[in-house]
């Protein structure tokens, strides 16, 4: 009996370590997603300034990284159809951000002519379980501003507005390109297809098929289609230093180096702003998509701001709590506190983001974006107090805490300074700013490079 108990035992055993070693589908990569939700692009091009300045190609197409002869190198080298890439991921959506670049943007004044052009689009896709999540939204930059759409009714104003909806063809968002010399504004921008013939009767189409092509017939509303492949946005953000201009890829941080015309007005996408857009700040689309996109729209759900996969950024900062130290309120003796975050100078908080109104000396206050006094208040999909950001790396990050006070203006109620070098976290705990009238709770990291 005990043998065949243990035979049992043995059989019992076998099948479980069969069953239990048998490896589940594997996950889709990133660039697999990329590939699959690919822009179908309707490219609309200009004969008065030449359609080849039209053309989405790479930043390289002439065989180099130096930015000032992409102008003057236009008609020696074919320019191949390449779109840049990049994916993100929080526990519940993807991010993935599509870049167009041209080596001319011309025009019929200064302003709108300028060597290299840059503009993008960002979609977001909710992990439904499904192998390449669903489409949720879609954001796309043209002349310095953000468009968004969606198919989603119970998506909403936030920030900014919504401005419609997206056709598809299978998974693929149809996109619409400017032509060059689209005065007043530049050309190039990137708007959502909305069905319509190319202006002015010519334009190309550009399907994902993994091939680079270069077109070789523009004539024709949308007549002539070529493929173009993926490339990943790591080509230009693993060159983020190779600054100083002639010779180089950028004429600084984030800024490419020209000398045609408007010289360096085209910007790497993690310096890309719109000046009124609520409080998302300089380049959160490349470093914080998360942020930027719950700002922007409301009725998003359930939407995570806990970053799986984010390697773009230069610092994480992460405020948990402040305390007023000192009366500062002319009137009722207590003090309105936000916190204005600066990296190497530039501005990333307000109190937008949140205000705390007649907080009690010595009493520490939790910080939750959109909570309590914030001027942006109610409006984000979940709990969170911490930015992305990208900036040079070894810059000072300064948090500035003030007092808010309408009548005399903002009363600074002191600072902290921190230097940190790629992988350092520095962290305060109740630590007292340069003034002495506020405490600090926080946590300011630089990514390894």
């Given amino acids: 009996m005990a043998k065949k108990i243990y035979g049992l035992i043995i059989i019992l055993s076998l099948i479980l370590t069969t069953f239990s070693f048998v490896k589940p589908a594997k996950a889709v990569s990133y660039t697999d997603l990329a590939s ?92 439904d379980g499904s192998t390449y999540g669903s489409f949720h939204l879609m954001e796309t930059m043209a002349h310095n501003q953000w468009y968004q759409y969606t198919n989603d009714p119970s998506i909403t104003t936030g920030s900014d507005n919504v401005d419609g909806g997206v056709l598809f063809e299978g998974s693929h968002p149809k996109v619409f390109i400017q032509s060059n010399g689209q005065s007043p504004w530049g050309g190039h921008g990137v708007f959502a297809y909305d069905g319509t013939g190319a202006p002015g009767g010519d334009g190309i189409v550009y399907d994902y098929t993994g091939i680079a092509e270069f077109p070789t017939d523009a004539a024709g509303d949308y007549t002539h289609a070529y493929g173009f492949a993926l490339q990943s946005i790591d080509e230009f953000w693993n060159r983020r230093y ?125 910080v939750i974006w959109g909570h309590d006094s914030a001027a942006f208040g109610n409006n984000f999909s979940s709990n969170y107090s ?22 005399s203006g903002d009363d600074d109620m002191g600072s902290l300074s921190a230097y940190p070098v790629p992988g350092q976290t520095v962290t305060y705990s109740n630590t007292y700013t340069s003034s002495g009238q506020a405490l600090v709770s926080a946590t300011v990291s630089a990514n390894i490079e």
């Fill in 36 to 127: 699959h939700w690919a822009p179908k692009i309707y490219q609309d091009v200009n004969t008065t300034y030449g359609v080849r300045a039209d053309f989405v190609t790479n930043f390289n197409y002439d065989g180099d990284w130096i930015g000032n002869n992409n102008w003057n190198n236009l008609y020696n080298y074919p320019e191949n159809g390449y779109v840049y890439y990049k994916v993100q991921e929080t526990d519940t959506h993807y991010f993935i951000e599509y870049d167009f670049f041209h080596a001319r943007d011309d025009g019929p004044t200064s302003p709108d002519a300028h060597e290299n052009d840059l503009e993008g689009m960002l979609l977001a896709l909710k992990k």
């Fill in 242 to 366: 190779d600054v100083g201009g002639a010779g180089h890829t950028y004429e600084t941080f984030g800024v490419f180096d020209g000398d045609d015309y408007t010289t360096d007005s085209a910007k790497a996408p993690w310096m890309w702003d719109d000046s009124d857009d609520g409080p998302t700040f300089e380049g959160m689309n490349f470093s914080d998509p998360a942020h930027q996109i719950d700002t922007h729209l409301n009725g998003l759900g359930g939407f995570s701001h806990n970053y799986l996969y984010n390697p773009y950024y230069s610092h994480k900062i992460t405020l948990n709590t402040i305390t007023s130290n000192a009366n500062r309120d002319p009137f009722g003796g207590k003090s309105d506190i936000y916190v204005k975050i600066y990296v190497n100078g530039q501005g990333f908080s307000d109190d937008r983001l949140w205000k705390f109104n007649d907080s009690t000396l010595g009493a520490a206050r939790s």
């Fill in 386 to 407: 911490t930015i992305y950001v990208t900036k040079a790396h070894n810059v000072e990050v300064n948090l500035n805490v003030l007092d808010s006070d309408g009548t």
